[in-house]
């Protein structure tokens, strides 16, 4: 059956990580949800997204297609449910279509099936942290069960009873890993350097590598082809990203293409103790999480300058350049350059500019595709750039 896993209108919530992907794309775990999805269903699937992202990921749809929640996290129920689905059928639950089978993508009308079991959906931008740690258990058992690690160096220590899976062309050498929370998963080609401290679980995808003497905690997840040092607790980075040096970064979520210059911080814990607060697209306004630790949420191609200091729970758009003393602003938009002094418009042509160099850099382009998403979102939030007026 052919698998299209499409965005729904809560997706919107997750930005800015999806204002340059489908939801599925986000990494949540060791793999993103597509990954995940793919691994279980055996087969490709492609996407149904918003207009401004439908040229780079198109959708693949014939005769008989099954269509499923884009933010929908996977578990062996669901995936059986799910691929029993008959001809116009659709699986929901309260008000969310969690996935419906269909020759178009129509589910008007169509039977419905209550679905009372629990379910993970990726409904904001902190679930990605804060179902992390679970969700490395899950695909940690997904892709090592019934299969051989490659060996790692004797010069490494390992504490604690669950695995520690390595890849091949992994390498460690004289690194701790304490695996007494959950397993250490390293991914194909990736490098833990000397004197590096991991606790699991904890996930370093294909290319990535840990720098020498850095404190990584349980729940992290470093994306492929990322680089990074210093102290990091349950935090997420996507691929192309680099946070290279000291400096710590808590309960966040850093994007594609991102760097955070040396000795940059973040809070994750307000001095008052209170609730966090994070900016939200839709509302257009700060809405409570719940949580009393979140940090810093950065979108694609977004960058900071040497000791930048990010306050509890900011948000930071596409295609940012922060730098300066002091804290800037809990939520930067897209294309801003500057920091706690003010802030100027980064105009695309400049931001293309060093996005080019970048991504050259590690063998990649920026594309057409790229260049139309990047120049919509300039567009569209021109709104928050509240000094443009």
Same mark, same amino acid.
């Given at each position: ?57 198109? !959708?693949?749809?014939?005769? $008989? ?40 993508? $129509? ?17 904001? +931008? ?7 740690? @679970? ?13 051989? @690690? ?15 899976? !390595? ?58 082809? @990322? ?9 997420? +980075? ?24 040396? $000795? ?54 596409? @295609? ?70």
């Amino acid at each position: 059956m052919n698998t299209i896993l499409f965005d729904d209108e809560q997706v919107a919530h997750l930005s800015p990580f999806t204002l340059t992907r489908p939801a599925a794309l986000i990494r949540c775990g060791i793999l993103t949800l597509a990954e995940k999805w793919e691994l279980l269903l055996k087969h490709p699937v492609s996407f149904i997204t918003r207009s401004h992202l439908a040229a780079k990921y198109p !959708a693949n749809e014939t005769g $008989d297609n099954l269509y499923i929640n884009g933010r929908l996290l996977p578990d062996p129920e669901l995936v059986d449910i799910i691929s029993k689905l008959g001809p116009d059928q659709g699986l929901i639950q309260a008000d969310t279509m969690l996935a419906f089978r269909s020759g178009s993508f $129509d589910h008007e009308g169509m039977e419905t099936i209550a679905y009372h079991g629990p379910v993970s959906l990726l409904e904001r +931008i902190h679930n990605i942290f804060t179902y992390n740690h @679970s969700q490395i258990h899950f695909d940690f058992d997904t892709l090592t069960r019934g299969r051989q @690690s490659q060996a790692i160096s004797s010069t490494n220590t390992v504490i604690g009873s669950y695995p520690v899976f !390595a890849e091949e062309g992994a390498t460690a050498e004289a690194a701790v890993f304490n695996t007494t929370e959950g397993p250490v998963y390293l991914g194909k080609d990736s490098e833990v350097m000397e004197g590096a401290l991991i606790r699991g679980p904890f996930a370093l995808c294909e290319h990535a590598t840990v720098k020498m003497g850095a404190k990584i905690y349980t729940g992290t997840t470093i994306g492929p082809h @990322s680089k990074v040092g210093g102290e990091v607790s349950n935090s997420v +980075i996507f691929a192309y990203s680099n946070k290279g040096h000291d400096g710590f970064l808590g309960n966040s979520v850093l994007g594609e293409w991102c760097n955070i210059g040396a $000795d940059s911080n973040n809070s994750n814990l307000k001095n008052n103790y209170e609730q966090v607060k994070l900016w939200n697209y839709v509302t257009g306004n700060f809405e409570r999480t719940g949580l009393q630790f979140c940090g810093l949420f950065m979108g694609d191609h977004s960058k900071c300058g040497i000791n930048t200091m990010f306050n509890t729970g900011t948000v930071v758009g596409v @295609s940012a350049n922060i730098f300066g003393a002091g804290f800037p602003r809990n939520f930067v938009p897209s294309f801003s350059w500057g920091g706690a002094n003010g802030f100027e418009t980064y105009q695309p042509k400049k931001a293309f500019q060093t996005a080019e160099i970048v991504m050259q850099r590690r063998g990649m382009s920026l594309t057409e595709h790229d260049k139309d998403i990047l120049n919509y979102i300039f567009n569209e939030e021109t709104i928050y750039r509240n000094w443009e007026k």
